[in-house]
């Protein structure tokens, strides 16, 4: 199974500061890697495909960038609504896998 | 809208059983890919089975293998999961999602709000 190492695991921030969380596969995933927003007690939210593609109702400030195994989601400008955790998930082969998540906190 | 909800959660004795259920709406159901993603308290995500639109095809995480069965009933609009020998380690919430796309391997576009089942003694 292809693994997914996130980083950092918990990330303190502020309002406004600009935000990169990154996941490293264990193979070549070829850009197929989505990205998934989880506020607590609640689903989680789809916000990119094929690693760059923002879904639709996104906001802009979300984007993600990456190739081969090291892939990057970056948040602009943080807004109180974002603060949440962050999962990696790559679908080049089955099993389907998550990174362990990365949780955006307020400093 | 899409819409997916589950239902069938509880709790559960080791070695029990339980049957979920994850009813679709707004979209063409029988063209898409579903699945079943865990995930235990305080953990992350985990994906544990996903079935072809036709439901001629099915997938399962090594950790359920031979103790879970997905289904689906296209002329109902609804998901499955039969979930036999359960175990401590099952415990969690279970959520239903969606496909992004038709292709063999996807990302997942729309999910439930999820069912908790516990199993404990």
């Known amino acids: 199974d292809i693994q997914l190492t996130q980083s950092p695991s918990s990330l303190p921030a502020s309002v406004g500061d600009r935000v990169t969380i990154t996941c490293r596969a264990s193979q070549d995933i070829s850009n197929y890697l989505a990205w998934y927003q989880q506020k607590p007690g609640k689903a989680p939210k789809f916000l990119l495909s094929v690693a760059s593609r923002l879904e639709s109702g996104v906001p802009s400030r979300f984007s993600g960038s990456g190739s081969g195994t090291d892939y990057t989601l970056t948040i602009s400008s943080l807004q109180p609504e974002d603060f949440a955790t962050y999962y990696c998930?790559?679908?080049?082969?089955?099993?389907?896998?998550f990174g362990q998540g990365t949780k955006v906190e307020i400093k | 809208e899409v819409h997916l909800l589950e239902s069938g959660g509880g709790l559960v004795q080791p070695g029990g059983s339980l049957r979920l259920s994850c009813a679709a709406s707004g979209f063409s159901f029988s063209t898409y890919t579903m699945n079943w993603v865990r995930q235990a308290p305080g953990k992350g995500l985990e994906w544990v089975s996903g079935?072809?639109?036709?439901?001629?095809?099915?997938y399962y995480a090594d950790s359920v293998k031979g103790r879970f069965t997905i289904s689906r009933d296209n002329s109902k609009n609804t998901l499955y999961l039969q979930m036999n020998s359960l175990r401590v380690e099952d415990t969690a919430v279970y959520y239903c999602a969606k496909d992004h796309c038709s292709s063999n391997t996807c990302s997942f576009d729309y999910w439930g709000q999820g069912t908790l089942v516990t199993v404990s003694s």
């Open positions: 079935i072809s639109g036709t439901g001629g095809a099915t």
């Open positions: 998930q790559q679908y080049y082969s089955r099993p389907s896998t």
